[in-house]
């Protein structure tokens, strides 16, 4: 099992381009989560996903998208991208069903993000 | 609203003695907590959980953690402490439920250096 693999690993943007951050579990989870990681902020939600062809909004979904077309993928895009959009994004994953918030969440490795 | 304290920024203990990391933490109804580690340039890894049961928690690498339900704390302890134990450690909890999404709030972390 890879677990949860992200891509890319690094990235530099410019103010106002756009972007997909990729991420896929092999796991057959099907609760999905990308959050983003500020020094001394600890994570932030940006959206969640509990099955494919659903999402819903974190707390901070602002100036990103995902989208949830199968159980393994849950990419995340970014439009117009701002420099308060530098951060490092996690995405992760855990099984959801009876006493779903009882379960781990597994992360992947991250995608450094800066925008300049 | 939940919530999740970690009071110091940072932990220094020397090799061998034995290591705490303070967690304290604010929900409705029944708590479930964990804790992560987080190694330089990685993501986040599961280390224990606590949901129902005994409240002496074990988990990976040798580390354990109590549940206190009068104080609403969830320290994080290891008796002798290695080097390679350095790392940034996250406290985290959700709201116990019977299914559904809970949220997951996250601590902002409580960096642990390890003294040879």
């Known amino acids: 099992n890879a677990g949860v693999t992200q891509t890319p690993k690094f990235r530099i943007l410019k103010i106002g381009q756009s972007m997909t951050l990729q991420c896929t579990q092999d796991?057959?989870?099907?609760?999905m989560y990308w959050y983003r990681q500020d020094p001394g902020m600890g994570l932030k939600l940006i959206y969640y996903s509990v099955g494919a062809g659903i999402t819903d909004k974190g707390e901070v979904p602002n100036g990103y998208n995902v989208s949830r077309s199968t159980t393994e993928d849950f990419p995340l895009r970014l439009e117009l991208a701002a420099p308060s959009q530098t951060s490092v994004y996690f995405c992760?994953?855990?099984?959801?069903?009876?006493?779903?918030?009882?379960?781990?969440?597994?992360f992947g490795p991250g995608t450094r993000l800066t925008v300049t | 609203a939940q919530s999740v304290a970690q009071p110091e920024d940072q932990v220094n203990v020397a090799e061998g003695n034995p290591l705490t990391v303070k967690c304290t933490y604010s929900?409705?109804?029944?708590?479930?907590l964990f804790w992560y580690v987080q190694y330089p340039n990685r993501g986040l890894q599961f280390l224990l959980k606590y949901i129902t049961g005994d409240n002496l928690v074990k988990g990976s690498y040798g580390f354990e953690a109590e549940f206190n339900k009068s104080q609403t704390s969830f320290h994080l302890k290891k008796p002798s402490a290695l080097v390679s134990d350095s790392a940034l450690y996250f406290c985290a909890v959700s709201r116990g439920n019977s299914g559904g999404y809970q949220k997951v709030t996250f601590g902002t972390g409580t960096k642990l250096q390890v003294i040879p």
């Open positions: 992760a994953s855990s099984y959801g069903g009876r006493r779903s918030s009882s379960y781990e969440q597994y």
């Open positions: 796991m057959n989870h099907n609760y």
């Open positions: 929900v409705s109804g029944n708590p479930y």
